[in-house]
């Protein structure tokens, strides 16, 4: 017996004893429902019959149709008509796009029913993919299960004294109906289907309490108002699929002994993870008040987006997690870059159709062309097509079907299509789809890894992935106060947002969690039962206790070489050039030689303009697409990640670091504004997790910033921009880190110290242009551990037992060398000021020690700095940042800073500082004007000043260059 016949038979038994008469009106169905119901049991006693129309004119003519087309007016107009002509109780109408062409702009699949019940219509929409015959027999299973669920909630409300299913001003809403898990062709032997789907229906009921229940987690009583949370907060929307994929992830686990973690792209479909890591046990082992029992069950349900307990989306608090739900489009990106040098992980990633129109996710299809099968592992990306974001629909859900393929075939994957909204049928398909996608996966890895064939030396080797379309908010209730909610944007986060206040919701929300059969899923202690718990994987293999999620169990130190071996020699403060990131360049590829398994370094297409490409000596750059003759340093096994997109390459180390290796993230400072949403997340969740005790840190987020404000004079305004740094100290100040090493040795000991360090963001900005060289290799080291000193040699008369009557404070390689030029002119044209020098190199070292954790005290402060004598400060980014770190100072009022003050333009480099008034000559002046002894009886000097900046900015624009006072400028002896 087929599962419409068995649909037909609890109708026809429900019809019967209750008395009712039932009628259809087909368009598309073309007399499939009619068919089925009048072969069930006793048909003639309750089946009216049917009235089949095409034409638009025979619909108008017998079925009062106004206009024509597919629409939630036909089948409205339908199935009214329809109830009154054969003098029906419950009538439902069927009209759609069957295909093979779209209608009138509907694409093939789109299907409304209509339902009269009660002097009452109603419409739903439903959206169905695959050929022809496929969407007219998922159209009949579905209008059959519309007539089943009206007469039984019929039925409830005529046993119960109040209305169930009619708000006050007679608004239907409607329960979903426990569902008889029927027969459908698949891998899958029939006990292995009960049991994915026992998994499954579990999930979704914990995945509802945690929603809206605080107490009667198993519905031992009636539910109460007190039962349900005061403020109803998460989205339902999505958990459904998410819940669909981990259950049958957990089938390949077990069968293939999988190494297996789990991404949801969904964001905030966090109450499915969470469901699925409780019926694992893993929950239970890492939250020892949330036992697995009734007990449990309810602490569970009450902590969920409830004050003092856990988000609404997937955080570092849900066990199995290693990507942060809270904003869209990451997901492709962690998985692939957890999968990059992790030859035994599989990972499961769903992709949201809201999140795949992020730019973020659009690009990161492509991530699969820098998978090398012999080394990586696998990624098995599942498009979650449910149609709809919050009150839109999405748009790969629905641009035709072949198109989708097309363009997912284009990005270098083979889709697997799974569609439907029966169990049965979309258990049975998903499961042959991981079958054949996963055997597929094992051919391209067992061919690459012992045979050494890759494939086509001039294509990507083709990966397989998943279409999933189900409905959105598969198996809530289908209608809430008259409007249709399962399978629209309705459902996306609660689909019965009064249960605590309305009597109608309340009933509705009991008769949703019945509809999974609890009594069948947990004993009578609320233990998960024995079928469940026996198709969990064990250990580690569970994707909810995977290391891979928790990185910093895997986390091994890295080989680092000695950086003094690649220090320059100094012998004499700033007489002699380098250009910082190319000797830093020659430390990484050593790094890079000495850790071939945990250590890679991505850019977006800037590797050789940031002056790192020794790197290269070593390693070559990822690339498993074609490698064309004129092509250099592509390698399908390097150590080097460039595409260019900042997005694509900070997340791939996103999920490289969170799975426990190690990386660099190099960038043109003006343009690491595109991931400042990425950096928010990510910081985040270091925070978040610091405070998870079962958390271990993971490696640092390196940025190297080059290419910055001061030296973008060739490429203009547009690529200046030093803002990041004001991003990045909003963060918590056990998170973040920035460094402004002013010269080469300083940024190799600085570098050093960030590939060390642990569970921070540590923002790196240095120059690749030629720069002084300041300090030797001790000298470094001892300055970068202080993180702030003075530079005695630079100033003057500043000895032991007097104070200086100005501080020339710097942070940044350009205003260090501009500081230091102002102080040799103070030198030479005032010598009996007394000067001190101080340069920042740990920009934190600002803030006060109880602000941040490298944060000065204010007594040594106060010694650096003096409390009131003037500080002039030239800064490498934007001034008012410095005030921001210090206005809690005892200096502050007397701080005056220079920095970039959004002056730019395509100049010289000595113009650029002139710009934004952080030039040496300015800063003279600066000092003429502070220190208020001079300001009488240094005007001549003052006056000297604006001249020289006046000939530098007319020679300039006479030569294109600057003037060679400046240019050819080094440190007096």
């Given amino acids: 017996m087929t599962s419409q016949s068995r649909l037909a038979d609890r109708i026809s038994e429900a019809a019967r004893r209750r008395e009712l008469a039932v009628a259809a009106a087909e368009s598309l169905t073309g007399g499939r429902i009619s068919c089925v119901l009048g072969g069930a049991q006793s048909s003639s006693e309750w089946f009216r019959g049917s009235v089949v129309a095409y034409s638009s004119s025979v619909k108008h003519r017998i079925l009062d149709v106004p206009g024509a087309g597919v629409s939630d007016e036909s089948a409205r107009a339908m199935a009214a008509s329809v109830a009154d002509l054969l003098d029906a109780d419950i009538a439902l109408a069927v009209t759609g796009v069957g295909g093979p062409d779209a209608q009138e702009g509907d694409p093939p699949g789109t299907v409304w029913f209509g339902l009269f019940v009660d002097g009452n ?54 329960a979903p109906h426990p569902y008889d898990l029927g027969d459908a062709p698949g891998p899958l032997a029939r006990s292995e289907l009960e049991s994915i789907d026992a998994f499954w229906r579990a999930a979704n009921y914990l995945s509802v309490g945690q929603i809206y229940l605080m107490a009667n987690p198993l519905l031992r009583e009636a539910l109460r108002p007190e039962h349900i949370k005061p403020r109803l907060l998460g989205h339902f929307g999505t958990v459904p699929g998410l819940n669909l994929v981990w259950t049958h992830a957990n089938r390949q686990i077990t069968r293939r002994h999988l190494d297996a973690a789990f991404v949801a792209g969904p964001g905030h479909g966090g109450p499915g993870p969470n469901a699925c890591a409780w019926l694992e046990g893993t929950y239970s082992e890492l939250y020892s008040h949330i036992p697995q ?60 159709d809201g999140e795949a129109e992020t730019a973020a996710l659009a690009t990161s299809w492509h991530a699969n062309k820098f998978i090398d099968p012999s080394r990586d592992g696998a990624v098995v990306p599942i498009l979650a097509l449910n149609e709809y974001k919050i009150a839109n629909p999405t748009l790969l859900a629905r641009i035709p079907e072949p198109q989708l393929i097309e363009l997912l075939t284009g990005y270098g994957y083979t889709p697997h299509i799974v569609s439907g909204d029966d169990p049965a049928q979309v258990h049975q398909a998903m499961s042959a789809a991981l079958d054949e996608s996963l055997d597929h996966i094992a051919t391209v890895q067992r061919r690459a890894r012992r045979d050494g064939d890759v494939g086509d030396e001039d294509a990507t080797p083709r990966w397989p992935m998943i279409v999933l379309r189900t409905p959105k908010g598969w198996t809530c209730p289908p209608t809430v106060d008259g409007e249709q909610v399962e399978g629209t944007f309705r459902s996306h986060q609660v689909p019965l947002p009064t249960a605590r206040t309305d009597d109608t919701h309340r009933r509705t929300l009991e008769q949703w969690l019945q509809s999974y059969r609890p009594e069948q899923l947990f004993d009578d202690d609320g233990r998960p039962s024995r079928e469940i718990l026996d198709s969990v994987p064990s250990g580690e293999n569970r994707m909810s206790a995977s290391p891979v999620a928790n990185g910093g169990l895997l986390l091994r130190d890295l080989r680092l070489p000695d950086w003094r071996d690649h220090a320059v020699d100094v012998p004499e403060p700033g007489r002699a050039n380098h250009e910082p990131t190319r000797v830093l360049g020659g430390w990484i590829r050593d790094v890079t030689a000495r850790n071939t398994d ?366 060679p006072e400046v240019a050819d400028w080094s440190w007096p002896d």
Avoid at 146 to 160: F, P, Q, V
Avoid at 656 to 681: K, P, W
Avoid at 917 to 933: A, K, M, S
């Fill in 598 to 963: 945990n250590f890679l370094t991505f850019a977006p297409d800037e590797l050789a303009s940031n002056r790192l490409q020794a790197i290269l000596d070593v390693t070559g750059r990822r690339w498993e697409t074609r490698i064309a003759s004129t092509d250099e340093n592509l390698s399908r096994d390097g150590r080097v990640v460039e595409v260019l997109s900042e997005n694509t390459c900070q997340g791939l180390l996103e999920g490289y670091l969170l799975s426990g290796r190690h990386g660099v993230f190099t960038c043109y400072e003006a343009f690491v504004h595109i991931v400042d949403a990425m950096f928010n997340q990510h910081a985040k969740w270091l925070d978040a997790s610091a405070r998870v005790d079962w958390r271990r840190p993971i490696a640092s987020l390196n940025y190297l910033l080059s290419s910055h404000v001061w030296r973008q004079d060739h490429n203009g305004f547009t690529h200046q921009d030093p803002g990041f740094l004001d991003l990045v100290v909003n963060k918590k100040p056990e998170i973040v880190r920035v460094y402004l090493p002013p010269d080469t040795n300083t940024l190799l000991s600085t570098f050093d110290h960030c590939l060390r360090s642990r569970h921070y963001v540590n923002v790196v900005v240095a120059g690749k242009q030629p720069q002084p060289d300041w300090l030797s290799a001790d000298e470094a080291a001892l300055h970068c551990a202080r993180g702030v000193g003075s530079w005695h040699w630079a100033g003057a008369n500043d000895d032991v037992g007097t104070t200086p009557d100005v501080v020339l404070a710097c942070a940044g390689d350009v205003p260090t060398l501009e500081t230091l030029a102002a102080a040799a002119i103070l030198r030479n044209k005032l010598p009996s000021l007394r000067v001190r020098v101080v340069n920042v190199v740990d920009l934190m070292r600002l803030l006060p020690e109880t602000e941040h954790p490298h944060g000065l005290p204010d007594r040594e402060f106060d010694t650096l700095f003096t409390r009131d004598r003037p500080v002039i400060f030239a800064f490498h980014g934007y001034p008012w940042l410095v005030h921001r770190l210090t206005y809690r100072r005892a200096v502050h009022h007397h701080i005056h800073v220079r920095g970039y003050k959004e002056n730019g333009t395509t100049t010289t480099p000595f113009d650029m500082v002139m710009l934004n008034d952080l030039d040496r000559y300015h800063l003279v002046i600066d000092v003429v004007d502070r220190v208020p002894h001079l300001r009488e009886n240094a005007a001549g000097l003052r006056q000297d000043m604006v001249d020289a900046r006046a000939n530098a900015r007319a020679w300039t624009r006479r030569y294109g260059a600057d003037i």
């Fill in 121 to 174: 219509t109603i419409a739903e929409l439903r959206r169905f993919s695959g050929s022809p015959e496929a969407i007219v027999d998922a159209a009949t299973t579905h209008a059959l299960e519309m007539i089943e669920r009206a007469l039984g909630e019929d039925e409830a409300a005529d046993r119960s004294s109040h209305d169930t299913d009619t708000n006050v001003d007679g608004r239907k809403t409607l």
């Fill in 293 to 352: 029992d009734a007990e449990g069950m309810s602490a569970f349900f009450r902590q969920f987006s409830f004050p003092g307990g856990v988000p609404s989306h997937c955080a570092p608090e849900t066990p199995g997690s290693f990507h942060e739900g809270g904003e869209l489009g990451y997901s492709l990106l962690h998985a692939y870059g957890a999968a990059l040098d992790n030859p035994d992980l599989t990972v499961f990633c769903v992709i949201g």
